[in-house]
C-alpha cells in the first residue's frame, strides 16, 4: 500500500488559515470516512486531532476542522498560530484493512 | 486518563530479536473495546502501523504485511501491558516506536466494539537503533 501523498511544508502568518491536503486513491481515503489527522512537535508523539475525516476530539480547539472531496481529504488551521508549529499527519484506512499514513507536512508559523 | 509507558532496549543487533513492552494505565489490555497497536516511524519509511492485540471474547492480532513473517505481538493481563517481537532484525528497522490505542467503534448492529483505526494515545515512543 502507497503512503497518502501530502505536500511537504505549508506556512502561514499568525491569525492566517492553512490548508494541508492528503491525497489518496479510491482504495483508502475515496471510500472511506475513516480518514485521521495527527500533529507532532518535534520529538514528540503525535497527537490526534481528527478523526472520521472531519471530528474533533476533546480538547481539540475548534481552529481545526477537517474535510474530504473524493480521493482527497483536507486539514484546515484558521486563526493560527505559534504553537500549530509541527509535522502533521494523515492516515486512512484502506480496502485491505489495512492503516497507511501520509508522509507528513511540516508546517511553519512565520 | 490512559496513560502508556514503554519499556525496552534502545540497541539491537542485526538478525536478533527486537522487544519492546507498553504498560498501560487508566485502560485494560483485554478491554472489549479498545484495540492495542505498535507504529514505527523513520526517516525512510515514515509512519508505519506494524500491527495490533485486542481481545473480544477471544484474542485477535493482525500485523502488516511487510513485518508479518517477522512480528509476534502478545498482550500479557497479569500485569496489563502488550509487548512486540520483531525478530531478524536488520538496519532497515531502525526507527522510532510506538505504542498506541485504538478506542475501538461500537457497531449498534451487532451490539460489539469494532475498530475505530486511528489512535487516541499514544506512548512516548522509543528509539531503537539496529546496529553491530
Known amino acids: 500500500q502507497s503512503a497518502l501523498t501530502q505536500p511537504p511544508s505549508v506556512s502561514g502568518s499568525p491569525g492566517q488559515s492553512v490548508t494541508i491536503s492528503c491525497t489518496g486513491t479510491s482504495s483508502d481515503v475515496g471510500s472511506y470516512n475513516r480518514v485521521s489527522w495527527y500533529q507532532q512537535p518535534p520529538g514528540t508523539a503525535p497527537k490526534l486531532m481528527i478523526y472520521e475525516v472531519s471530528n474533533r476530539p476533546s480538547g481539540v480547539p475548534d481552529r481545526f476542522s477537517g474535510s474530504k472531496s473524493g480521493n482527497t481529504a483536507s486539514l484546515t488551521i484558521s486563526g493560527l498560530r505559534a504553537e500549530d508549529e509541527a509535522d502533521y499527519y494523515c492516515s486512512s484506512y484502506t480496502s485491505s484493512s489495512t492503516l497507511v499514513f501520509g508522509g507528513g507536512t511540516k508546517l511553519t508559523v512565520l | 486518563q490512559v496513560q502508556l509507558q514503554q519499556s525496552g532496549p534502545g540497541l539491537v543487533k542485526p538478525s536478533q530479536t527486537l522487544s519492546l513492552t507498553c504498560a498501560i494505565s487508566g485502560d485494560s489490555v483485554s478491554s472489549n473495546s479498545a484495540a492495542w497497536n505498535w507504529i514505527r516511524q523513520s526517516p525512510s519509511r515514515g509512519l508505519e502501523w506494524l500491527g495490533r492485540t485486542y481481545y473480544r471474547s477471544k484474542w485477535y492480532n493482525h500485523y502488516a504485511v511487510s513485518v508479518k513473517s517477522r512480528i509476534t505481538i502478545n498482550p500479557d493481563t497479569s500485569k496489563n501491558q502488550f509487548s512486540l517481537h520483531l525478530n531478524s532484525v536488520t538496519p532497515e528497522d531502525t526507527a522510532v516506536y510506538y505504542c498506541?490505542?485504538?478506542?475501538?467503534?461500537?457497531?449498534?448492529?451487532?451490539?460489539?466494539?469494532?475498530?475505530?483505526?486511528?489512535?487516541?494515545?499514544w506512548g512516548q515512543g522509543t528509539l531503537v537503533s539496529v546496529s553491530s
Open positions: 498506541a490505542r485504538d478506542r475501538g467503534e461500537y457497531d449498534i448492529l451487532t451490539g460489539y466494539y469494532g475498530l475505530a483505526y486511528y489512535f487516541d494515545y
